[in-house]
């Protein structure tokens, strides 16, 4: 007899090695048929993956289907009242029939280690935590309990994880939303939170997601992509790299445009570590998902409102805020609305070389957006006067695009140079040429100059900051290699 938690609920079948494994309140009182059952005729999916594992699988899908195998075994319910030994222990029978059933060739030391990272995976986020580890997947889309879907390199694809039911799905909810002081409920079915590494999340649930819980993970790698990272990925030209860096030391204030999953904040990311160490930062963001490398950082997220309604947090009190920081630079992770107002005060006031994103297809449309933005404000500002203002507080726009094959890439560095009446005029550097697509689908294009200087450069020689003439030729294709100086 097994001690510890003895069953009441359901009894396993035949152990490979022909003993009986006792029951325990930790075992679920049902087996889904559709699940792999533990007796010697695996089921199809589960033989299927146990024969590529045998031949070199990535484990990281070997992980989802031993997920799933113990999800329709183990009675979720009593989890939060058991702790690693405890759960360790009930889960090493299963674990162990499974890689015996399927012929992985682990030794002890390996299976242990395997148990130990499974019940880790158990406490953490279940199902998703194999997803989460996968340096190779940029979202992970959760479409109910039984649909999860990653993208990588660009592209959408369907996986085999699935949560046990959408109690499950919630329970591993509230343990992400909860964590950050955050919660989700009928009352608030919609809230963005971050996971502990900084990535993102945006969760909606019912009654507003009619079908069952959405859930949408933006994850960022360990280590932040570089500037040069970027060139050597074919997201922009080494003449981009060499304008966008000597913009930032310069203390040019600038607006990252695109639409969603452009790679609008790993692009301000990669920009903000040529700011000097020496500068004092504070970011502001809804969910704090920045990765600024520098020492003197000040990180600040805005609040949600409690349950009757007060206590809220807004981007607009956090910048009005931040200006009594002594800051050197602010940098907003998006604008979004009324707070659009006090970033240009900001950029207008001694702050140059802040920063932000906003959600916009062309540099025209980002402008037109602002232009809104800062209406909703309700200062009593005329729109010539609201124009002004963003002519004279932002100088460059950076469009990015993620294009039809899903590569992203910066398709646009434009200088806004002024007023001309009542019109926001601007001036494009450098842009990404579409000349075709591939059989296989691949985008073709080359990375051109457009002729024009930003007249920002004339400023540099006085800052030591040297920009060759070179990379604003027109006369051929920029390079998308690094160019040794």
């Known amino acids: 007899m097994a001690t510890g938690f003895i069953g009441r609920f359901y009894k396993q079948t035949q152990t490979g090695d022909g003993e009986h494994a006792e029951p325990s309140d930790l075992l679920s009182a049902e087996v889904p048929a559709n699940t792999v059952a533990p007796n010697p005729h695996v089921g199809e999916a589960?033989?299927?993956?146990?024969?590529?594992?045998?031949?070199?699988?990535?484990?990281?899908?070997?992980?989802?289907?031993?997920?799933r195998y113990l999800l329709d075994r183990i009675?979720?319910?009593i989890l939060d009242t058991l702790d690693n030994e405890e759960i360790a222990a009930e889960i090493r029978p299963l674990v162990k029939d499974y890689i015996r059933r399927n012929n992985f060739p682990l030794n002890a030391k390996e299976i242990n280690d395997l148990i130990r990272e499974i019940t880790d995976e158990m406490l953490g986020l279940g199902p998703i935590e194999p997803l989460l580890a996968d340096d190779t997947i940029a979202d992970i889309l959760i479409n109910g309990y039984k649909s999860v879907y990653v993208e990588r390199r660009g592209r959408l694809e369907s996986t085999a994880v699935r949560f046990k039911d959408e109690d499950h799905l919630l329970r591993v909810i509230n343990k992400i939303v909860s964590a950050v002081g955050r919660r989700v409920?009928?009352?608030?079915?919609?809230?963005?939170?971050?996971?502990?590494?900084?990535?993102?999340?945006?969760?909606?649930?019912?009654?507003?997601?009619v079908d069952?819980?959405?859930?949408?993970?933006?994850?960022?790698?360990?280590?932040?992509?570089?500037?040069?990272?970027?060139?050597?990925?074919?997201?922009?030209?080494?003449?981009?790299?060499?304008?966008?860096?000597?913009a930032v030391k310069g203390k040019v204030s600038m607006i990252i445009s695109g639409g969603t999953g452009s790679g609008k904040t790993t692009l301000l990311n990669a920009m903000s570590s040529q700011i000097s160490p020496k500068e004092r930062l504070i970011t502001i963001e809804d969910a704090a998902e920045l990765?600024?490398?520098?020492?003197?950082?000040?990180?600040?997220?805005?609040?949600?409102?409690?349950?009757?309604?007060?206590?809220?947090?807004?981007?607009r009190e956090l910048l009005k805020n931040a200006l009594r920081m002594r800051p050197d630079r602010i940098i907003v992770g998006e604008v979004r609305g009324e707070e659009a107002f006090d970033m240009l005060q900001a950029m207008n006031t001694g702050h140059e070389g802040s920063m932000t994103t906003i959600h916009a297809n062309t540099p025209r449309d980002a402008v037109g957006r602002l232009e809104q933005m800062v209406g909703m404000a309700g200062m009593p500002m005329s729109q010539l006067s609201i124009r002004s203002q963003i002519s004279s507080a932002i100088r460059v726009i950076v469009q990015v695009q993620r294009l039809s094959d899903g590569s992203r890439k910066v398709v646009s560095i434009s200088e806004i140079t002024g007023m001309e009446g009542e019109v926001v005029q601007m001036q494009e550097i450098m842009r990404f040429k579409r000349t075709g697509t591939e059989d296989d689908g691949?985008?073709?294009?080359?990375?051109?100059?457009?002729?024009?200087?930003?007249?920002?450069?004339?400023?540099?020689?006085?800052?030591?900051?040297?920009?060759?003439?070179?990379?604003?030729?027109?006369?051929?294709?920029?390079?998308?290699?690094?160019?040794?100086?």
């Not at 502990?196 to 019912?206: E, F, L, P, T, Y």
């Not at 520098?294 to 007060?310: A, F, K, M, S, W």
Request: hydrophobic residues 40%; charged residues 25%.
């Open 75 to 77: 009675n979720l319910g």
């Open 212 to 246: 069952g819980p959405l859930v949408s993970i933006r994850k960022f790698t360990r280590s932040p992509l570089t500037l040069e990272r970027l060139v050597e990925y074919g997201a922009m030209a080494d003449a981009m790299r060499i304008l966008l860096s000597a």
């Open 46 to 67: 589960a033989a299927t993956v146990g024969l590529e594992a045998s031949l070199g699988l990535d484990m990281v899908a070997e992980r989802v289907n031993l997920h």
């Open 185 to 209: 409920d009928e009352s608030t079915p919609l809230v963005d939170a971050r996971l502990k590494d900084g990535s993102r999340v945006n969760v909606a649930i019912r009654p507003i997601s």
């Open 442 to 485: 691949r985008i073709r294009g080359e990375f051109r100059a457009t002729g024009l200087r930003p007249r920002f450069i004339e400023e540099f020689a006085d800052l030591g900051i040297a920009v060759s003439p070179l990379i604003f030729d027109p006369g051929k294709p920029l390079q998308t290699g690094i160019v040794e100086p």
């Open 291 to 315: 990765q600024l490398q520098q020492p003197h950082v000040g990180r600040l997220e805005t609040r949600p409102p409690t349950l009757d309604g007060r206590n809220e947090v807004r981007q």
